[in-house]
């Protein structure tokens, strides 16, 4: 991908996110028929834009965010500015009863949210839904984790670090945040529960330290293709193309993708034939994995398991966009309890604007337009949740001083504006030395300086 490329995908993901967050403030701003000065895209000077109506659309400077400027409100004036004083009263925001002013600020959040679980329900009804590997053990290499505690071929996962009959999906998602941690398993052998305990090994993915169970789950028998081809990589100089059906490598049968990404790892450096199909022919082609531009030593495939595809109905599209939301935020709190409890830096768990960019060309090179939206849903999930926050400046603040003032009412008292003014330059002082903070960890972690990581990022922390 070229960095043109890339940047637009950054541009994109990022700006679209945010465009949806403040839509949501407008949209309820209008139906209240509160006045809105300022539409912005980004933060600081004003780029450029056009004024219709009342309203002035722009672009400024700090793409790092933006915001609606309603009339009357001055709460976020170190950000967005002062605005005009000759505004009707019932057009001003800060006249409002406290539940309209409310439901504006929880609009944005509740935009991102509803564009987060809206991407995966459409993805449903236009594709299916796939298939997910049932967790049993197909294969576990010599001297990995799952060999190393005791599990065998066949065996059934039925409770893995406190999860009852989990989905495959979750046990993978616990084991990648887990590297190095011992981790409670039960597994179903012959008839009977077997408590176990796996360590997961550390290894480097995409640059970024991840925990592997060094197992391959059943993944029923269905087909693996090789879904993309890395540009200028070893599989691709060695003739294996997109589409074509993996079946065998080095001799061995390809039980499914997992098998193969792992199998791949255990032989950096070495020589590996894959035997695959390609319109009616089998052919053999050989590749050896080196050190890609990019930083990681790569064969250069991308496999994937052929699962067809499920036409689920209206409900189950939806309870499917829920749970694999429910999913993302699960893995996203659990990565932030480690990080407050010293488990995971800060640096393998927030990330700021570079970080977003590396994830965003990554995913759009791999899965184009799939991996477009998946990024976007993702990032809106986190944007959404982020926001709710009661940090002043945030949206989350700005609902929780509005929940203090209504129960001060009750016993006849308000905060006064003095105090206001102050808790919003805290926040806003906050805010800024987060920027600060997450600018300043990409920067560690994606350039020399920062030397290697400990564990995998798994939440991002956008500036609103």
Same mark, same amino acid.
């Given at each position: 991908m070229t960095v043109l490329t890339s940047i637009f995908a950054f541009i994109g993901i990022l700006g679209a996110a945010v465009v949806i967050h403040e839509f949501g403030h407008f949209l309820v701003a209008k139906l209240f028929k509160i006045r809105v000065e300022t539409f912005s895209v980004g933060f600081g000077p004003r780029l450029f834009g056009m004024k219709w109506g009342h309203t002035d659309y722009r672009l400024s400077a700090i793409p790092l965010g933006g915001y609606v400027k309603l009339g009357g409100d001055e709460s976020n004036a170190p950000i967005e500015g002062a605005g005009a004083t000759d505004?009707?009263?019932?057009?001003?925001f800060n006249l409002r009863p406290r539940w309209q002013r409310i439901l504006v600020a929880l609009a944005g959040p509740v935009m991102n949210i +509803?564009?987060?679980?809206?991407?995966?329900?459409? !993805? %449903?009804l236009m594709y299916g839904v796939p298939v997910s590997p049932a967790p049993i053990v197909s294969y576990a290499p010599a001297n990995g984790s799952a060999q190393k505690a005791g599990m065998q071929p066949g065996d059934r996962i039925v409770s893995f670090n406190g999860t009852e009959n989990?989905?495959?999906?979750? @046990?993978?998602g616990d084991a990648l945040l887990s590297p190095g941690q011992p981790l409670p398993l039960v597994v179903e052998r012959n008839g009977q529960r077997v408590p176990l305990t796996i360590t997961p090994t550390l290894r480097t993915e995409d640059g970024e330290p991840a925990g592997d169970l060094d197992l391959v789950p059943d993944n029923g028998g269905y087909p693996v293709i090789i879904r993309d081809v890395i540009k200028d990589a070893p599989a691709g100089e060695a003739g294996l193309q997109p589409g074509d059906r993996i079946l065998a490598i080095n001799g061995q049968t390809v039980r499914s993708a997992e098998h193969i990404s792992s199998f791949i790892r255990e032989h950096r450096g070495q020589p590996i034939t894959l035997t695959v199909g390609r319109n009616a #022919? =089998? +052919?053999? +082609?050989? %590749?050896t994995s080196r050190r890609l531009p990019d930083g990681t030593e790569r064969l250069g495939i991308i496999p994937a398991d052929d699962f067809p595809l499920q036409r689920p109905s209206i409900g189950l599209a939806a309870a499917y966009a829920v749970?694999?939301?429910? #999913? +993302?935020?699960?893995?996203? !709190? =659990?990565?932030l309890g480690q990080f407050f409890t010293g488990q995971r830096s800060a640096r393998n768990t927030l990330s700021g604007p570079v970080g977003i960019y590396k994830a965003a060309a990554t995913s759009v090179e791999r899965s184009g337009w799939a991996g477009f939206f998946t990024m976007l849903g993702f990032l809106s999930l986190n944007l959404g949740?982020?926001?709710l926050l009661p940090i002043p400046v945030l949206d989350g603040g700005a609902i929780f001083l509005l929940l @203090?003032?209504?129960?001060l009412a009750i016993v006849g008292l308000k905060l006064s504006m003095r105090i206001r003014e102050r808790i919003q330059q805290v926040g806003f002082v906050m805010v800024i030395l987060l920027m600060v903070f997450v600018i300043t960890n990409d920067i560690l972690k994606f350039t020399p300086l920062g030397g290697s990581s400990e564990s995998p990022p798994a939440a991002s922390t956008p500036a609103k």
């Open positions: 505004i009707p009263p019932e057009e001003q +509803l564009t987060a679980l809206a991407i995966p329900f459409a !993805g %449903a989990p989905e495959w999906d979750t @046990i993978r #022919q =089998k +052919l053999d +082609l050989t %590749a749970r694999s939301n429910l #999913q +993302l935020m699960r893995l996203t !709190g =659990k990565a949740v982020f926001n @203090i003032e209504s129960v």
